[in-house]
């Protein structure tokens, strides 16, 4: 589970986006970097935040934060998610959730009375500097963007 806090070094990562390009962490070096984590692309409330980020990327953009995406969904999957809610970040592909563990966000999860394991929906907030400024462990959907900048104040 999750062993980093606020104030800690962000862990440095790289992978592929939905357009097979390379990101890494390093190249977000003096801006702000919302890096969230979601279970799977186009289910109900993954959509909800991706779609509450896309609605509002313009108040996030006006803050100065760059906004980066992380489920352990493959590239190809992440272009149909962009393209079907016409999302304007980055969605980083992470099937052998490489940035997941660094990040500690996968672990046992529980619906309906089964036990599983998957992606805890968490946003890490990284400061111009690579420093963790917030975490969301249980972000707002559907008021997350709002919910970011609020947090910055």
Known sequence: MITLQEGDKAPAFSGKDQ???????????????????????????????????????????????????????????????????NLPFTLLADPDHTVINKYGVWGEKQMFGNKYMGVHRTTFVINEKGVISKIFLRPKNKQHAEEIVAAEK
Request: glycine share 6%; proline share 4%.
């Open 19 to 85: 357009n097979g390009k390379k990101i890494t962490l390093s190249e977000f070096k003096g801006k702000k970097v919302v890096l969230y984590f979601y279970p799977e692309d186009d289910t109900p409330t993954c959509t909800i935040q991706a779609c509450n980020l896309r609605d509002n990327f313009a108040l996030l953009k006006k803050h100065g934060f760059e906004v980066i995406g992380v489920s352990p969904n493959d590239e190809k999957s992440h272009k149909k998610f962009e393209a079907k809610f």
